[in-house]
C-alpha cells in the first residue's frame, strides 16, 4: 500500500510541474520545463551522496576509528546482500541518522557522534536497519527525485511570476490562447505548497516502508521503538544544525516538530513517532511466537 500511494505522489508531482510549465509556455514551455526538471534529477542523482554529507557537515571514517559501528554494519549488509556503505560520522551531540546515494552500490549511512553514545548496541543496531531498508527499497533515489522536482515546481513557479510582471513575453495571440489569468495566479500560490505537501508526503511514507523493512532484517522491531523514542526526547532537547531542506533524510527531524497539530501537521518530514511506535509494538505483538525477539 505504501508502494502504491508513493507511486500516487510522484505522479501527482511530476503531473503539477507539467501544468506549471503549460501555464508559462504552453506545449513549449511544459516541455522545456521536462527538460530542466530531468537536468537537476540527473545533478542529483549523481551527487546526492556528496551534497548531503558536505551540507550536513560529515566527515568519512575507516574501520579504525569505529570498530564497533563498522561491525554493526558490515553484518546487516551480509544479511541483506547489501554492498558495505561508506560510512560518515556527523559532529553533532543530537543522536540522529540518515542513508544517502544514488543506489545500493554508491550508498552512504551517515550517523552522529551523539548518536553512538546516546543508543545501546540492539538500538544502533536497529536504525542503522532501518537506513539500509532505505537503501535496498531505493528510497535514496525516490527522495532525490522528489526533492529536485519540487525544487523545479518553484523555479519554474518563479518564472511564471517573472513573466506577468513583465507584459506577460507571449509573442502572439495565439500564445495567449487557453491560457487563463486567474489560473495562473492560482498556480503561482498553490504550486510550491501543493508540491512541497506532495514531497513531504512521499518521505513520510517511506519512513514507514524503512521502519517495517529494518525490523525484519533485525527481527527487533522494539529496539527500533525504543530508539525512535530516544531520538524524538533527544531532539526536542539538543539542537542540530541542519539545513531543512535535508531534514527529511533523517530516521526522526532532527529540527524537531513532531508535535505539530492541526493543519501544521501536513508540514510534517516524518510520520507521527506514536504512530511509527505504535506499528513497530504491532509487528512485535504478531510476531511473538518466534518472528522477532523482545528489546
Same mark, same amino acid.
Given at each position: 500500500?505504501?508502494?502504491?500511494?508513493?507511486?500516487?505522489?510522484? #505522479?501527482?508531482?511530476?503531473?503539477?510541474?507539467?501544468?506549471?510549465?503549460?501555464?508559462?509556455?504552453?506545449?513549449? +514551455?511544459?516541455?522545456?520545463?521536462? *527538460?530542466?526538471?530531468?537536468?537537476?534529477?540527473?545533478?542529483?542523482?549523481?551527487?546526492?551522496?556528496?551534497?548531503?554529507?558536505? *551540507?550536513?557537515?560529515?566527515?568519512?571514517?575507516?574501520?579504525?576509528?569505529?570498530?564497533?559501528?563498522?561491525?554493526?554494519? !558490515?553484518?546487516?549488509?551480509?544479511?541483506?546482500?547489501?554492498?558495505?556503505? !561508506?560510512?560518515?560520522?556527523?559532529?553533532? =551531540?543530537?543522536?540522529? =541518522?540518515?542513508?544517502?546515494?544514488?543506489?545500493?552500490? %554508491?550508498?552512504?549511512? $551517515?550517523?552522529?557522534?551523539?548518536?553512538?553514545?546516546?543508543?545501546? &548496541?540492539?538500538?544502533?543496531?536497529?536504525?542503522?536497519?532501518?537506513?539500509?531498508? %532505505?537503501?535496498? %527499497?531505493?528510497?535514496?533515489?525516490?527522495?532525490?527525485?522528489?526533492?529536485?522536482?519540487?525544487? =523545479?515546481?518553484?523555479?519554474?513557479?518563479?518564472?511564471?511570476?517573472? !513573466?506577468?510582471?513583465? +507584459?506577460?513575453?507571449?509573442? &502572439? &495571440? @495565439?500564445? @495567449?490562447?487557453?491560457?487563463?489569468?486567474?489560473?495562473?495566479?492560482? #498556480?503561482?500560490?498553490?504550486?510550491?505548497? #501543493? $508540491?512541497?505537501?506532495?514531497?513531504? $508526503?512521499?518521505?513520510?511514507?517511506?519512513?514507514?516502508?524503512?521502519?517495517?523493512?529494518?525490523?525484519?532484517?533485525?527481527?527487533?522491531?522494539? =529496539?527500533? #521503538?525504543?530508539?525512535? !523514542?530516544?531520538?524524538? @526526547?533527544?531532539?526536542?532537547?539538543?539542537?542540530?544544525?541542519?539545513?531543512?531542506?535535508?531534514?527529511?533524510?533523517?530516521?526522526?527531524?532532527?529540527?524537531?516538530? &513532531?508535535?505539530?497539530? +492541526?493543519? $501544521?501537521?501536513?508540514?510534517?518530514?516524518?510520520?507521527?513517532?506514536?504512530?511509527?511506535i505504535a506499528r513497530l509494538e504491532e509487528m512485535?505483538?504478531?510476531?511473538?511466537?518466534?518472528?522477532?525477539?523482545?528489546?
Open positions: 500500500m505504501n508502494t502504491l500511494k508513493t507511486g500516487v505522489l510522484m #505522479a501527482a508531482l511530476f503531473g503539477l510541474f507539467m501544468l506549471v510549465g503549460q501555464l508559462i509556455g504552453g506545449q513549449n +514551455g511544459m516541455m522545456l520545463g521536462f *527538460m530542466l526538471a530531468l537536468g537537476m534529477n540527473f545533478f542529483a542523482y549523481w551527487f546526492s551522496d556528496k551534497l548531503a554529507s558536505a *551540507m550536513s557537515g560529515a566527515r568519512e571514517i575507516d574501520e579504525s576509528q569505529s570498530p564497533g559501528l563498522f561491525g554493526i554494519i !558490515r553484518r546487516l549488509t551480509q544479511q541483506t546482500g547489501l554492498p558495505m556503505p !561508506r560510512i560518515y560520522v556527523i559532529p553533532s =551531540a543530537q543522536p540522529n =541518522a540518515f542513508a544517502t546515494g544514488r543506489n545500493p552500490e %554508491h550508498a552512504a549511512v $551517515a550517523v552522529t557522534a551523539g548518536i553512538l553514545q546516546a543508543l545501546t &548496541d540492539n538500538e544502533l543496531e536497529a536504525v542503522l536497519a532501518h537506513e539500509l531498508a %532505505h537503501v535496498k %527499497h531505493r528510497d535514496i533515489l525516490i527522495s532525490t527525485v522528489a526533492a529536485t522536482a519540487a525544487g =523545479a515546481i518553484s523555479f519554474l513557479v518563479q518564472m511564471l511570476q517573472f !513573466r506577468m510582471l513583465f +507584459g506577460g513575453g507571449y509573442q &502572439d &495571440d @495565439r500564445d @495567449r490562447e487557453g491560457v487563463n489569468p486567474l489560473g495562473v495566479l492560482l #498556480a503561482i500560490i498553490v504550486a510550491p505548497i #501543493a $508540491a512541497l505537501l506532495i514531497q513531504l $508526503a512521499i518521505s513520510r511514507t517511506r519512513e514507514f516502508d524503512a521502519d517495517r523493512g529494518g525490523s525484519e532484517i533485525t527481527h527487533n522491531p522494539l =529496539a527500533l #521503538a525504543s530508539a525512535l !523514542r530516544k531520538i524524538e @526526547r533527544y531532539a526536542e532537547q539538543i539542537p542540530m544544525n541542519v539545513n531543512p531542506s535535508t531534514a527529511h533524510m533523517y530516521i526522526a527531524n532532527p529540527l524537531g516538530g &513532531d508535535r505539530l497539530e +492541526g493543519i $501544521a501537521k501536513l508540514f510534517r518530514t516524518h510520520p507521527p513517532t506514536e504512530e511509527r512485535a505483538g504478531h510476531g511473538r511466537e518466534g518472528q522477532f525477539r523482545a528489546a
